[in-house]
């Protein structure tokens, strides 16, 4: 299976006994792009995509985050976008860099049809940008990004960055922005948003105007903490998450 998803497959050594491999793929805009995946031991069926956040090194994909979800019998596919662990090209925060996540979806797709995506912070903003271009079982934004003007405003270490990938500011290079900007755009998957009340570096309003906008279509679970979670909620919380998929999968 892992063949027919990636161009190139490297085995690495098990983590916690669960086969671990690195796959390089080429995206449909000629990227050499590399991802990690976890195998369960007990499958169920379905496979998670799962986003990170940050970019370069920080918020890299991590195992043990990982191994979390295929405890629960998920495949997890864990694309680290262009630019990263050797690939080809350079991020662009949800902008060219999407193709990296739309070209893996379509070859996951062939083998493995039931798909469900989360994303953290920026890889919010990749989850549901992926549900407004392909179909999913569900789709969950951790304190994600919904609107990168906001972030712009919210994070002044970000704006330099923010400006070199997009060409301006928000009122100079709006349509990037909005082109990059969930907020905008429309999915039909279920969708999860989960967010800490005292998040300084995404606000709540990211979330919570998600919910707004998709009313029965969303739940939003409001957590009393900030960006990051102490390790044993996060573990909580992403447990409760889990089954929330399953739910949604029985209840295609």
């Not at 039909?188 to 105007?209: C, K, N, S």
């Not at 939003?220 to 996060?234: C, E, G, S």
């Amino acid at each position: 299976m892992l063949r027919k998803w990636f161009d190139r497959v490297e085995v690495l050594p098990p983590y916690a006994g669960y086969p671990v491999h690195r796959g390089w793929y080429e995206t449909r805009d000629g990227e050499d792009v590399v991802a990690y995946t976890i195998t369960p031991k007990r499958p169920n069926g379905q496979v998670l995509f799962y986003l990170r956040g940050g970019t370069g090194r920080i918020g890299d994909v991590r195992l043990p985050r990982l191994m979390q979800f295929a405890a629960r019998g998920f495949h997890v596919v864990a694309p680290v976008y262009r630019g990263n662990h050797g690939g080809s090209g350079k991020e662009d925060f949800g902008g060219d860099d999407l193709e990296d996540v739309l070209s893996l979806y379509d070859r996951v797709e062939k083998t493995c049809p039931t798909i469900h995506a989360l994303g953290f912070s920026r890889g919010g903003m990749m989850a549901l940008s992926l549900a407004a271009a392909r179909p999913l079982t569900s789709v969950t934004s951790w304190a994600g990004v919904t609107n990168l003007a906001w972030t712009y405003e919210e994070q002044r270490t970000m704006r330099k960055m923010l400006r070199r990938m997009t060409g301006g500011d928000p009122e100079t290079a709006s349509e990037a922005y909005i082109e990059r900007s969930p907020l905008f755009k429309e999915w039909q998957a279920p969708t999860l948003l989960i967010h800490g009340t005292d998040d300084e570096q995404v606000r709540l309003r990211h979330a919570t105007a998600v919910a707004e906008k998709l009313g029965a279509q969303a739940e939003l679970w409001v957590v009393p903490f900030a960006h990051q979670l102490p390790f044993w909620k996060k573990w909580e919380t992403t447990e409760r998450a889990m089954d929330w998929m399953i739910e949604k999968t029985t209840k295609k």
